[in-house]
Nanobody, 127 residues
Framework: QVQLVESGGGLVQPGGSLRVSCAASGFSLDYATIGWFRQAPGKEREGVSFIRNTDESTYYAGSVEGRFTISRDSAKNTVYLQMSSLKPEDTAAYYC????????????????????WGQGTQVTVFS
């Protein structure tokens, strides 16, 4: 049974850092492309960061590039999203998602391309 569990969310002040985790079970993350998405109240779920299964290529949305870092720990079967220089507009529920599609030169950037989702973890940036 494929399962994704996010953790690590919380409250942080602007300019602070936080690391959220996505622990997988029922499959190896080495075979899945993982995306981090976020959804703020009243807004659409948007893609934030992605890491490809074959070569760990990454992609970041422009709003987080240079501040967020996605990484994978195969031994722990966990993907991380390290968030730095956080802003109030980063406040959202953060979800990780997995897809087993083959992506040689591209990355799946849209939520409809993902088959499995975690339950989300809340990140709140406030002053």
């Amino acid at each position: 049974q494929v399962q994704l569990v996010e953790s690590g969310g919380g409250l942080v002040q602007p300019g602070g850092s936080l690391r959220v985790s996505c622990a997988a079970s029922g499959f190896s993350l080495d075979y899945a492309t993982i995306g981090w998405f976020r959804q703020a109240p009243g807004k659409e779920r948007e893609g934030v960061s992605f890491i490809r299964n074959t070569d760990e290529s990454t992609y970041y949305a422009g709003s987080v590039e240079g501040r967020f870092t996605i990484s994978r720990d195969s031994a722990k079967n966990t993907v991380y999203l390290q968030m730095s220089s956080l802003k109030p507009e980063d406040t959202a529920a953060y979800y990780c998602a997995a897809t087993f599609g083959t992506y040689s030169n591209t990355l799946p950037l849209y939520k409809y391309e993902y088959d499995y989702w975690g339950q989300g973890t809340q990140v709140t940036v406030f002053s």
